[in-house]
């Protein structure tokens, strides 16, 4: 899908461009121009961002081409903006996936370049439409919306992480089996593949609220700076949320060896029940005695009665010894 609009010096808000209004738009240095290419052939792409805005080759290579972690390349007259949304789905390998971004900013247009739809993205088209404040502040102003959208739909996903965390916490105590390991390893997994994120991005906010670009106004600095500082903050919770996994799988383990401990304790107690009830009935039980006498009174009832006693006293009477040596 391949969208556009253009806010000229007029006021006028002009949505889906011709290829050549494109063009058009480009060469004038009036207004604002948004080109928003989704799910595109990069074939489809190419000619576009390298004869109609005339971007280094490398640059659209990096664009459409590759896959990066958020950066930042300044090409003097425009600026090439890798950014990442995120959205927690609860899963996959690491139940968080990120959405790549490209902006090339320049200094009357915007092009933004993504392999899937963003919500953030279509938030902020559907914005400009409703309301053209939002475009006419310049070029580097809608990138700051852009910035900001995709900084807010992390809080949401490391919400869902938070919430999913005391999910298993819950499930801990009540014998969920082998999913807790796993889902904690999931979690795991999702929160070191958000800090890889969140750690570039935090980097190319202070980049654009430094002013070191030429494309960037002064005036716009402060609205950079203030999603550096969301994202200082995300990745501070993100780090508490990485401790708190770490905690919840050495409760896990715990909770297992304890298990393990009372099975144990359950088998030991049992065979030294049936120690000495093993030792009377072995001993008893020998057929390499020879008899020098008549033993018919070790055969008759009360013997028989005696040692029925004696097989139930017995273990009666250690378990009542353990419980007062508290190991019970």
Not at 254 to 282: E, H
Request: overall charge negative.
């Amino acid at each position: 899908m391949i969208r556009s609009l253009h806010y000229g010096k007029d006021g006028a808000l002009r949505v889906g461009l011709t290829l050549e209004a494109i063009a058009a738009a480009r060469q004038s240095a009036d207004g604002l121009l948004w080109l928003d290419l989704c799910d595109e052939p990069p074939a489809q792409c190419e000619p576009i961002l390298r004869d109609v805005f005339g971007f280094h080759p490398l640059a659209v290579d990096d664009a459409l081409a590759e896959s990066h972690h958020p950066k930042i390349d300044d090409w003097g007259d425009y600026l090439l903006v890798v950014l990442h949304g995120v959205v927690f789905d609860g899963q996959g390998e690491s139940q968080v996936h990120t959405q790549e971004l490209d902006v090339f900013l320049g200094r009357s247009y915007v092009i933004t370049y993504r392999t899937e739809p963003i919500a953030a993205v279509d938030r902020v088209w559907a914005l400009c439409q409703r309301d053209v404040r939002h475009i006419q502040h310049g070029p580097d102003h809608l990138l700051y919306k852009l910035a900001d959208e995709l900084v807010a739909d992390y809080m949401p996903a490391v919400e869902a992480i938070d919430e999913a965390i005391d999910r298993i916490e819950d499930d801990l105590f009540d014998g969920a089996g082998t999913a807790v390991p796993e889902n904690i390893f999931r979690l795991k997994r999702g929160l070191l593949h958000l800090r890889r994120i969140i750690a570039p991005q935090r980097e190319v906010l202070n980049k654009l609220s430094r002013g070191d670009f030429p494309v960037i106004l002064d005036d716009d600095r402060v609205f950079f700076r203030d999603v550096y500082d969301h994202l200082v903050r995300l990745y501070d919770i993100t780090e508490s949320l990485r401790d708190l996994v770490a905690s919840v799988l050495d409760s896990y383990l715990s909770v297992v060896n304890n298990r393990m401990n009372d099975v144990m304790k359950t088998l030991t107690v049992i065979a030294t029940l049936f120690m000495p009830l093993s030792f009377l009935v072995g001993f008893f039980g020998m057929n390499f005695f020879q008899p020098v006498t008549a033993l018919d009174a070790w055969t008759d009832l009360p013997v028989f009665i005696l040692t029925l006693l004696i097989l139930i006293v017995v273990p009666a009477s250690m378990i009542v010894w353990m419980r007062r040596r508290r190991w019970l």
